[in-house]
């Protein structure tokens, strides 16, 4: 096989990635934004002030179904990024496993829903502070936590990579980072006082689609290094 048959294999192979990873990663945003769809049942949330998670507790009417959404969506996810490679964006590996822990932790809180209703039932939200709730509740704490974590530092990994550049995804950047700044607070305030949940919750998931799909885009736009033609020089179009 002569050089010029390997490089034109290879860049079929890695066309071929790239549109399984965008199929991947599309099918398992819109398994992530299950949420869009609830406004569609007015009854499912009994007050804007609750939090979409709750939805998710047993007992609640297509509560299994959106446990399996999320648990799809970290498990497609993961594989979307793993087929891109952690050296698919030059100076973003960290980025990558980041995105990676934030795919895990979403397929594990889809496995370990709440066990009340935190938000909107104060005796839940009492025995939760005080650690009187089994183990899968706090479980599904601790997911939530390095999902939100996760992704907000692949968030900031991508503002200070990509500052200074006029292009449009570090644009987008930028306004997510400083939203970032505007709505972590207004979360505190929604879990701590119950107020505006799924108005801020809807705000966090939209943000969190926007850094994935930002983070899919740069790392299979034509010239970016991908794993499966790592070390080898770009093609020229």
Not at 28 to 55: C, M, Q
Not at 74 to 96: K, N, P, R, T
Not at 101 to 115: H, K, R, S, V
Not at 167 to 177: D, G
Request: include cysteine; charge should be neutral; hydrophobic fraction near 50%.
């Amino acid at each position: 096989m002569t050089a010029s048959t390997e490089r034109m294999a290879a860049e079929a192979l890695s066309a071929t990635r790239r549109r399984t990873a965008w199929c991947l990663a599309i099918l398992g945003l819109v398994l992530y934004n299950w949420w869009v769809a609830v406004p569609l049942r007015p009854s499912l949330l009994v007050s804007p002030n609750e939090l979409f998670s709750n939805l998710e507790v047993n007992g609640q009417p297509y509560a299994s179904w959106m446990q399996h959404a999320d648990f799809a969506s970290g498990l497609l996810l993961f594989a979307a990024f793993i087929i891109v490679g952690w050296q698919s964006l030059d100076g973003g590996a960290l980025e990558w496993l980041l995105l990676l822990a934030f795919a895990f932790a979403g397929a594990a809180g889809g496995i370990l829903p709440e066990q009340c209703l935190d938000t909107i039932n104060r005796s839940c939200h009492l025995d939760e502070i005080e650690l009187r709730l089994g183990g899968a509740q706090y479980l599904h704490i601790v997911a939530g936590i390095i999902e939100f974590a996760s992704i907000t530092a692949v968030l900031y990994l991508s503002y200070r990579r990509t500052r200074g550049e006029p292009s449009r995804i570090a644009t987008l950047y930028r306004w997510l980072y400083f939203g970032a700044w505007v709505f972590y607070p207004l979360l505190a305030v929604a879990y701590l006082f119950v107020l505006g949940g799924s108005f801020v919750e809807a705000a966090f998931f939209t943000g969190f689609a926007l850094v994935i799909i930002a983070q899919l885009r740069e790392r299979t736009t034509h010239g970016s290094r991908h794993l499966w033609v790592a070390r080898k020089p770009p093609l020229n179009c």
